[in-house]
């Protein structure tokens, strides 16, 4: 149960929070957001808490929003999901529209072009941490030679043949519904093969 009080309030109040202090994207909010819904409003016990965290996981989108959205809408139905999401990403927005503002007002600056010339290289190597993280899941998980394919073959898709993200994503999702058993098919097939000779 929440605290007495009005709850579309504490619910503007706990998502405005979580969207002005959690710097860093999604999973740096969610101990923000946990904070908020399970020790601070007592809107979710830590058990439950963790259960809607890993459905949240398992959909597309942003997690922080998702969660918002859900927390919302377990207090007040739709218009509490709507309340939360406005609350959790508008501060953020009007920030990001005022700097882009100013940015563009002073783009003529030398030092405004210093400072976005600056920060360009700090977003490609984050960038490329993130894209070598995947690739090593993509080795583990995949196997050295599937995973070099891959790569060769996303890349061919996107950058080559130009097909729409979305459907590659699409495909290699249905691939990998399928990757366990094709693997443990050939490998049955290999052995039953050795074991013949």
């Known amino acids: 149960m ?17 969207g002005i202090l959690g ?23 830590n058990d439950e808490f963790g ?6 996981n398992a ?10 959205a ?5 207090q007040k139905k739709s218009l509490g999901a709507i309340v939360a999401i406005l609350a959790h990403i508008l501060p953020t927005c009007i920030a990001m529209i005022a700097l882009l503002s100013a940015v563009q007002y002073l783009s003529s600056s030398r030092i405004i072009a210093g400072m976005i010339a600056g920060v360009t290289p700090v977003i490609a190597v984050m960038l490329g941490t993130m894209a070598y993280e995947f690739g090593e899941k993509a080795v583990k998980g995949l196997g050295i030679y599937a995973g070099i394919g891959f790569f060769a073959l996303s890349f061919a ?8 993200p979305a459907i590659v994503i699409v495909l ?8 366990f058993k094709v693997v443990g098919k050939m490998k049955k097939e290999r052995r039953e093969k050795e074991g013949a000779e």
């Open 2 to 18: 929440s605290k007495t009080g009005n709850t579309y309030l504490q619910l503007t109040i706990a998502m405005f929070r979580t």
């Open 157 to 164: 898709l996107l950058e080559t043949i130009q097909i729409h």
């Open 23 to 45: 710097y860093g994207g999604g999973p740096s909010v969610i101990p923000l957001i946990r904070h908020e819904a399970v020790t601070r409003y007592k809107w979710l016990s």
């Open 172 to 179: 290699f999702l249905m691939y990998g519904a399928v990757h």
């Open 51 to 56: 259960e809607v965290l890993a459905l949240a």
């Open 70 to 74: 859900y927390l919302g809408y377990q």
């Open 59 to 68: 959909l597309p989108g942003p997690i922080a929003t998702k969660m918002a």
